[in-house]
């Protein structure tokens, strides 16, 4: 027990060691005052839950207020949890069941930021969909294949790499999987989701190999535990993952920003 | 009281799937081995097992395109519901991956994961039964499309046909918090189970922005595949369509966002009509707890809980259950025994079943039907297409029941609006 504690202590403090970031995001925002003016947009106190938009909603916040769109296509073996991550940042928590996802799935998530000193709301489109159902959209739709799969990356923000605790081969696969995503035109921001953390406890996936990775790939890995039952609402509990995200984006256009500026 | 739905092949009794609705335990290899092997023996025999009864158990056997055998186990429910479940679950399967694959597997262990994506659908038509469990959280009907009366329908229904035309589609629909509310003259013309099937394959998942999934049509066209876009409007509605290869998911927003922009205000007013299920300016008779209006030509049906009376002691779901359950065991057994009769003669054409029997010469079932209970009294008429049953408070003298339910049902249907 004690050794693992040991272990995520040093996580914590390797991450800042080794991953460069601009730490432009506030990650505590939401508890704070501001954040907490804003919270009833996104989540509501009453049913304890979040708020879903649909699209022709947005949250009504001033329009002072930036908002700014990304698309992430997430990628992952075959069950290891796409679908439930998705769900879980989008609010919903619990387990329902392991469902095979069929086809094309696009969830739009909403999410508040303070980038230094400024509120910027983030509409991040989460595209989900299974290597099975684009198959089998090549095999009884040939026209539309094409079509579809370019739709999934067309102009994508960032890929997502989603690998689970559970299962060390999935982990593994998760190199190759962000490659396989390296020849999209726009060069997409990573992002790399480990699901079924459970702190605490042994895991398949080791917190060493973890640190490996960041430091190799110069990648952050974020941890979730979908099935995690919580006291607080739920919000604060993916609070810090959907600001990493955010973290994420933010740096890759800042990034892009800055070598338009030494082109020019 | 559980329900169990397994399928094998017919050939070798490979187990493909099988699912389970309430307590116990799943059911074991060898259980399911011999109830196959009773079905399989009498084929060998050149006969054909239909149902058995236990004291409170049915099991019903069928055989579909000769490849696949469904067996239901159930408690508290009708053969005559159990043989529309199996033809659903059949049809979920078509729906997922076409007639072609099951007639003609390359493999079983690849049908047999192909076919795992219908599961959350054959969950939902479990929960369809009425087995008496009262855990369900919706009460819903096979073979019936669940619907929803809102007053701004009629204006709904404008832009809905606006929408498809946008899409180059005839089939499209819109679903309030799962229930239709209004629908493309097309999407009527889809088999009352396809459409079933087509609600629950949208909305088996949390809620999301928009989704495009593949799906065969098990009568219309089980091997080609059609797209489902679905998309959500306003939260707890979606509007879903049927489309081809063009345009993609991102176009169908676009098109999505023109053609609903200036709806929003309508739609956010419609989904004010929710649990209750039909428009404010209608009361309902102080004595009426519910009701179930449907329309079984068309294979549609409304249910409702009187809000008025909402402190009664038995809670609101376990009344709309009471409905389901009278529906099943009276009125389609009284009223409604002549299309069944008709449904069991020509098999081939369900259908059509119901407009072919337009000779007035036969006995159509009769035109009321009723139960009292302890605490409740149930009431049944049939006008025209419709069956409306209307479920009472003990107190409420049972000739008079018949009056309010003639006068609540002409009330309904007076409103035009609400394109019933």
């Known amino acids: 027990m004690s050794l693992s504690t040991e272990s995520s202590l040093f996580v914590g403090n390797s991450i800042l060691l080794t991953i460069n970031m601009s730490n432009a995001i506030s990650m505590n925002w939401l508890n ?125 923000d960032a890929v997502c790499t989603v690998f689970s605790f559970d299962d060390a081969s999935s982990f593994n696969d998760v190199p190759q999987l962000m490659n396989s995503m390296s020849a999209i035109a726009e060069k997409p921001g990573n992002i790399v989701i480990g699901t079924k953390y459970r702190a605490w406890s042994s895991l398949a996936v080791t917190d060493t190999q973890v640190n490996e990775f960041e430091e190799k790939w110069k990648v952050k890995i974020i941890r979730i535990d979908t099935h995690k039952s919580v006291t607080r609402p739920e919000i604060f509990d993916c609070s810090y993952q959907l600001n990493w995200i955010c973290e994420t984006l933010w740096d890759r256009d800042q990034e892009f920003i800055s070598k338009q500026v030494v082109q020019v | 009281m559980t329900a169990h739905v397994m399928c094998l092949t017919s050939s070798g009794g490979i187990p493909i799937f099988a699912r389970k609705k309430g307590e116990g335990d799943m059911m074991t290899f060898s259980k399911m081995a011999s109830l196959n092997g009773v079905h399989m023996f009498l084929k ?172 065969f049509l098990p009568n219309k066209s089980p091997n080609v595949a059609f797209r489902l876009v679905s998309v959500t409007l306003v939260n707890h509605i979606e509007v879903l369509s049927l489309c081809g290869p063009t345009p993609e998911l991102s176009e169908v927003e676009r098109l999505a966002i023109q053609c609903w922009r200036s709806s929003i205000d309508i739609l956010r007013a419609a989904e004010q009509s929710y649990t209750k299920n039909f428009p404010f300016n209608i009361s309902l008779d102080s004595g009426i707890l519910g009701f179930l209006l449907v329309n079984y030509r068309i294979g549609k049906f409304v249910l409702s809980r009187n809000p008025q009376n909402t402190k009664n002691r038995v809670t609101g779901t376990h009344r709309l259950d009471i409905l389901r359950t009278f529906y099943h065991q009276a009125v389609e057994t009284f009223l409604l025994s002549e299309d069944i009769e008709e449904c069991q003669t020509d098999s081939t054409e369900t259908p059509k079943r119901l407009n072919q029997q337009e000779n007035g010469q036969k006995f159509e079932g009769a035109k009321e039907t009723y139960w009292c209970s302890e605490y409740h009294k149930c009431h049944a008429v049939k006008e025209g297409d419709q069956v409306f049953c209307v479920l009472y408070s003990a107190t409420v003298p049972t000739h008079t029941m018949r009056l309010i339910t003639h006068k609540t049902l002409k009330t309904l249907l007076a409103d035009k609006q609400l394109c019933w």
């Open chain 2, 44 to 215: 060998s025999q050149n006969m054909e097992l239909l149902n058995t009864n236990m004291p409170d158990t049915t099991v019903v056997w069928k055989e579909y395109e000769e490849c696949i055998t469904l067996i239901a186990i159930a408690s508290g429910t009708t053969k005559r519901v159990l043989n529309q479940f199996l033809d659903a679950v059949f049809s979920a399967m078509i729906l997922v991956v076409g007639i072609d694959d099951i007639k003609n597997p390359r493999n079983v262990e690849r049908l047999k994961r192909d076919l795992r994506i219908c599961n959350p659908i054959i969950d939902r038509l479990l929960e369809c039964l009425d087995v008496g469990d009262r855990i369900s959280t919706k009460t819903d009907l096979v073979d019936l499309t669940e619907s929803i009366m809102c007053p701004e329908n009629h204006l709904l229904q404008a832009c809905l046909e606006a929408y498809v035309e946008c899409l180059d589609s005839m089939y499209g629909c819109i679903l309030i918090h799962g229930s239709l509310s209004v629908a493309t003259e097309s999407w009527w013309c889809l088999d009352p189970v396809e459409r079933k099937l087509l609600t629950i394959a949208a909305t088996t998942e949390d809620s999301c922005t928009a989704r495009d999934l593949p799906v």
């Open chain 1, 32 to 156: 704070s005052t501001e954040g907490e003016s804003l919270l009833h947009h996104f989540y509501n106190r009453s049913t304890n839950k979040r708020r879903f938009y649909g699209i022709l909603e947005r949250p009504p916040l001033p329009s002072s207020i930036e908002e700014v769109t990304y698309k992430i296509f997430i990628i992952g073996r075959s069950g290891v949890g796409k679908t439930s991550v998705v769900s879980r940042l989008a609010g919903n928590v619990g387990y329902s069941g392991y469902f095979e996802t069929n086809g094309i799935k696009k969830t739009t998530i909403y999410w508040p930021v303070k980038i230094w000193d400024k509120v910027v709301l983030f509409k991040l489109h989460f595209w989900d969909t299974s290597e099975n159902s684009i198959k089998k959209y090549n095999h009884i739709l040939p026209v539309s294949f094409v079509i579809l799969h370019q739709a999934c990356k067309d102009k994508v």
